[in-house]
């Protein structure tokens, strides 16, 4: 409000400060801003220079893979292919050519993008999942990630379009459609407690990723090969699977969904509070937004599943031979062909390198630099 003094001058009291009042706090969306920022600066980093430097193609190996297998993955990756290109047009492309900005939608595609990397954390401590080599791949950037453990994860024939698919087309889409899905609900029947709501998109996320995920098992599109025997189904075949696996994804999309559920009156989810509060340019702003949306998106994929992942991996049981016996499915990782078991409670968990560890015949492999312990006689 602009008021005018005695002598003429105009004073706006809007930018005037209450003397001794608080600062104001900071707006949250820099807060999550900042963490995205980490995010993406960390899966370029990981990405990028595993690109640049140790991407390669990697081979199904001996083994022919079969027919229903072949058609299974070059189905999904049609699919996936086709939908990835249907989200860069109408979630990103025609809004941007329409509006002149990035919409809402845009700015979470690519956010999704950049959750791609965290994908081979399930062999973040030993190898437990793998993929068929017969999905287009170039290996895989998991050695390039700090900390890393299991063995040969350069290895890892990460799908390029499917995976990449899975996040930025079926995720993004998924949790799209289960918000509109569970809008109308709560528009239907606006009684209903939002507790009872998530429980019941609990129960469904359960069947559903079940049944989306045995049908990419048994159709040999990859395996939960190493696993704790006693809380898998069909142990001892390829498609063997964790009955743990749909409670965590679940656990995942909940969270996923739950934020982009709860937008305020302007369009904004948590993350993206205070942003009328910034200043900067319009762009400046939906940079912001994406790397919020993104900061999120990670941070829900990192502690909501892939933590609990590797709790559960720690120490898994040795794979099946129906597994070993079939190099596209091993492809130099573990097994034969590599100084490396795959799985086993009875055995020390690999960590790759030069370190002295119990090759899959049940030899001792003491690598080239790795110094073996000698017996030190005690003082008499």
């Given at each position: 409000m602009s008021?005018?003094t005695?002598?003429g001058r105009?004073?706006?009291?809007?930018?005037?400060?209450?003397?001794?009042?608080?600062?104001?706090p900071?707006?949250?969306?820099?807060?999550?801003?900042?963490?995205?920022a980490?995010?993406?600066a960390?899966?370029?980093?990981?990405?990028?220079?595993?690109?640049?430097?140790?991407?390669h193609?990697?081979?199904?190996?001996?083994?022919?893979?079969?027919?229903?297998?072949?058609?299974?993955?070059?189905?999904n990756?049609?699919?996936?292919?086709?939908?990835?290109?249907a989200?860069v047009?109408?979630a990103?492309?025609?809004?941007r050519?329409?509006?002149?900005?990035?919409?809402?939608?845009?700015?979470l595609f690519?956010?999704?993008?950049?959750?791609?990397?965290?994908?081979?954390?399930?062999n973040?401590?030993t190898?437990?999942?793998t993929?068929?080599?017969y999905?287009?791949?170039?290996?895989?950037?998991?050695?390039?990630?700090?900390?890393?453990g299991?063995?040969?994860?350069r290895?890892?024939?990460?799908?390029?379009?499917?995976?990449?698919?899975?996040?930025?087309?079926?995720s993004?889409?998924?949790?799209?459609?289960a918000?509109?899905?569970?809008?109308?609900?709560?528009?239907r029947?606006?009684?209903?407690?939002d507790?009872?709501?998530?429980?019941?998109?609990f129960?469904?996320?359960?069947v559903?990723?079940?049944?989306?995920?045995?049908?990419w098992?048994v159709t040999?599109c990859?395996?939960y090969?190493?696993?704790?025997d006693?809380w898998?189904?069909?142990?001892?075949?390829?498609?063997r699977?964790?009955?743990?696996?749909?409670?965590?994804?679940?656990m995942?999309?909940?969270?996923?969904?739950?934020?982009?559920?709860?937008?305020?009156?302007?369009?904004?989810?948590?993350v993206e509070?205070?942003?009328?509060?910034v200043?900067?340019g319009?762009?400046?702003?939906?940079?912001?937004?994406?790397?919020?949306l993104?900061?999120?998106l990670?941070?829900?994929?990192?502690?909501?599943?892939?933590?609990?992942?590797?709790?559960?991996?720690?120490?898994?049981?040795?794979?099946?031979?129906?597994?070993q016996?079939?190099?596209?499915?091993?492809?130099?990782?573990c097994?034969?062909?590599?100084?490396?078991?795959?799985?086993?409670?009875?055995t020390?968990?690999?960590?790759?390198?030069?370190?002295?560890?119990?090759?899959?015949?049940?030899?001792?492999?003491v690598?080239?630099?790795?110094?073996a312990?000698?017996?030190?006689?005690l003082?008499?």
């Amino acid at each position: 409000m602009s008021t005018q003094t005695e002598s003429g001058r105009t004073s706006d009291r809007r930018s005037a400060p209450t003397a001794g009042a608080p600062p104001r706090p900071t707006p949250p969306i820099l807060w999550w801003a900042a963490v995205g920022a980490v995010f993406v600066a960390f899966a370029l980093y990981v990405q990028v220079g595993w690109l640049l430097t140790d991407a390669h193609p990697v081979p199904t190996g001996v083994t022919p893979v079969p027919t229903y297998a072949k058609v299974a993955v070059v189905t999904n990756e049609v699919i996936f292919g086709i939908g990835i290109l249907a989200c860069v047009w109408f979630a990103l492309l025609r809004p941007r050519i329409r509006d002149g900005r990035f919409s809402f939608e845009g700015l979470l595609f690519c956010a999704f993008m950049t959750v791609w990397w965290q994908d081979p954390l399930y062999n973040y401590l030993t190898t437990g999942f793998t993929y068929n080599a017969y999905f287009l791949n170039l290996g895989g950037w998991s050695e390039r990630i700090p900390g890393w453990g299991s063995p040969n994860g350069r290895e890892f024939a990460e799908p390029l379009i499917w995976d990449f698919g899975f996040y930025a087309f079926l995720s993004f889409a998924g949790c799209l459609l289960a918000v509109w899905v569970l809008k109308r609900i709560k528009g239907r029947f606006p009684g209903l407690r939002d507790g009872m709501m998530w429980t019941a998109y609990f129960g469904f996320l359960l069947v559903a990723d079940f049944a989306v995920e045995f049908n990419w098992v048994v159709t040999g599109c990859y395996s939960y090969a190493g696993t704790h025997d006693s809380w898998t189904i069909f142990p001892d075949h390829y498609y063997r699977f964790p009955l743990y696996e749909p409670i965590l994804a679940a656990m995942l999309f909940i969270g996923w969904t739950a934020l982009l559920f709860y937008r305020n009156d302007r369009g904004q989810t948590v993350v993206e509070r205070g942003l009328d509060r910034v200043r900067a340019g319009a762009g400046g702003k939906q940079v912001l937004r994406f790397l919020a949306l993104a900061g999120m998106l990670n941070l829900i994929f990192l502690v909501g599943n892939n933590v609990w992942v590797n709790a559960f991996q720690h120490q898994i049981d040795q794979w099946p031979a129906d597994l070993q016996s079939r190099s596209y499915m091993t492809h130099g990782m573990c097994g034969e062909g590599t100084t490396y078991p795959c799985g086993g409670t009875n055995t020390s968990i690999p960590r790759g390198g030069a370190e002295i560890h119990v090759g899959p015949d049940g030899r001792l492999v003491v690598p080239p630099g790795a110094v073996a312990p000698v017996v030190v006689p005690l003082r008499r």
